[in-house]
Nanobody, 119 residues
Framework: QVQVAESGGDLVQPGGSLRLSCAAS????????MGWYRQAPGKERDFVAA???????NYVDSVKGRFTISRDNAKNTVYLQMNSLKPEDTAVYLC?????????????WGQGTQVTVSS
């Protein structure tokens, strides 16, 4: 089994910064892609950013230039550095991990961490 735990969400003023972390733990052979989605109240879950095991990253257009995704493979941890935050970035941020367990690729999700951007 694989556990995924996010941290770092908080209340921040517009223009501020936050750094989210997401760590995978448990029994697995390897971690492949890791990434972030977000879900605002009453809205669908939307893709934010993802990063491959080779550190290739991609982002939704609305966060390009403001958010940076990175990972530490030794710690099985992915980070999301969020700068120049806007009220529309307010959401629960959820981390996902693609892990190899046995010979099968699975997708695991965390419970989410709340990010609120408000003055």
């Amino acid at each position: 089994q694989v556990q995924v735990a996010e941290s770092g969400g908080d209340l921040v003023q517009p223009g501020g910064s936050l750094r989210l972390s997401c760590a995978a733990s448990g029994t697995f052979s390897s971690i492949l892609a890791m990434g972030w989605y977000r879900q605002a109240p009453g809205k669908e879950r939307d893709f934010v950013a993802a990063i491959s095991s080779g550190h290739n990253a991609n982002y939704v257009d609305s966060v390009k230039g403001r958010f940076t995704i990175s990972r530490d493979n030794a710690k099985n941890t992915v980070y999301l550095q969020m700068n120049s935050l806007k009220p529309e970035d307010t959401a629960v941020y959820l981390c996902y991990v693609h892990a190899i367990v046995g010979d099968v690729r699975y997708e695991y999700w965390g419970q989410g961490t709340q990010v609120t951007v408000s003055s």
